[in-house]
């Protein structure tokens, strides 16, 4: 498909995103694939050192709360970025009364990495320390207000478009300061999603398209592909994304 035969970002029904349901498929228990996720973001975070105090941004949260958890042992407060009106709604209910998964996920992070002791609450963190803002991927400010961010199946997600990945993506890293460590995760070859009955884009996108992506406005970029296909049809894995923002060295695979 040539980026004229695709349909944009734009023209999805993004407001009529059934939070429940993707969020009963989803993230009511930690999955397998996740809890590989989770090990990756834990470690990850843990050495990176991120900036004390700082602020954070998850990037099209969705009904997915375990990126923002992530990293609240280093930020005072995490951005929930979200363009959909039905996960905003759901992303306020969860701060009133968080869904007890959370706990689970939470416990993944913390074996064995003390930093994570500060989420043992993770229903408080939520509700005090999260930040619900409408927003728009395409025009996220790039002012690199953030000092560490997380951005979890979105960029390839959200589009058919290789043109609007690409600026996803991007736009994603410019929204964090110099040298803010960062973890994104894409869905690997993806022909797209159903929430419900409505159908939602994918850009099947694989390692070779999102190192190219980033090269030249990251460094010490990792990428590990987390070969799970039990989500649902029409995918080949996870691949996980761990670096930091700012031109630097060449990327690793694991
Ligand atoms: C596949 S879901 C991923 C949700 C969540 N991050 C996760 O890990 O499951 C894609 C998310 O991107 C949001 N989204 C769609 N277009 C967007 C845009 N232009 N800017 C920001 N978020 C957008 C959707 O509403 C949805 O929450």
Known sequence: MTDTQTRSNAEWAWDAFDSDLYFKHNYDS???????????????????QPRRHGLAIDVGTGTNLYPSLSMLPWADRV???????????????????????????????????????????????????????????????QN???????????????TQNRHE???ATRNFVGSLKRSAPFVAAFMKESQGYKVGTLEFPALAVDENDIERCLAGLTHNVN????????????????????????????SHRK
């Open 79 to 141: 951005t929930l970025f979200e363009r959909a009106r039905t996960n905003r709604a759901w992303l306020a209910r969860q701060q009133a009364s968080p869904s007890p998964s959370w706990a689970e996920f939470t416990a993944r992070l913390r074996a064995g990495r003390p930093a994570y002791d500060v989420i043992a609450d993770p229903s408080t963190a939520i509700s005090d320390r999260t930040e619900i803002v409408a927003g728009n991927v395409f025009t996220l400010p």
């Open 144 to 158: 690199g207000a953030f000092d560490m961010g997380t951005m979890f199946f979105v960029a390839e997600s959200i």
């Open 165 to 167: 990945f690409e600026r």
């Open 30 to 48: 930690v999955r397998r694939a996740d809890a590989e996720i989770l090990d990756h973001l834990g470690r990850f975070f843990s050495s990176a």
């Open 223 to 250: 990428l590990h592909t987390v070969d799970d296909t039990t989500l649902r049809d029409g995918y080949k894995g996870m691949i996980v994304v761990t670096g930091f923002a700012g031109r630097g060295s060449a």
